[in-house]
């Protein structure tokens, strides 16, 4: 038996980016940031997450996640491998979203309400 599950809490670092493969099969990728305090003395510690939605989700993503919102989702990790444009091999790690919340936004001109 294994278990590949992800479960995060941050603030979205870009707005998502949404792209179409396939006609009617949207796919939203973004980056989410998470922190932790580590050290003596005490600093937060930032770590940046490629998240990537496809599907319906992806659709909601398009609507209604923007830079800033605070975001909480569970996935799977998924390392896949491209050549860029410089035909240099690249390794990317993402977290395929299964379940999302979207829990406000990290505004100072609006409240953290819930968005739907």
């Known amino acids: 038996m294994s278990v590949n599950k992800v479960i995060l809490l941050g603030y979205v670092g870009r707005d998502p980016e949404i792209r179409f493969p396939q006609p009617d099969f949207p796919v939203a990728s973004f980056s989410l940031a998470t922190d932790e305090t580590v050290g003596n003395p005490p600093q937060k510690v930032a770590e940046w997450h490629n998240i990537v939605m496809f599907g319906d989700k992806a659709s909601l993503a398009e609507k209604y996640i923007r ?28 977290i395929i979203v299964e379940r999302f919340e979207l829990l406000g936004r990290n505004d100072k001109n609006q409240n953290t309400n819930t968005v739907p």
Not at 75 to 84: A, F, P, V
């Open 67 to 94: 830079k800033g919102t605070r975001l909480y989702l569970e996935g799977r990790l998924r390392t896949r491998e491209y050549d860029d444009r410089m035909k240099v091999r690249r390794r990317i790690t993402e």
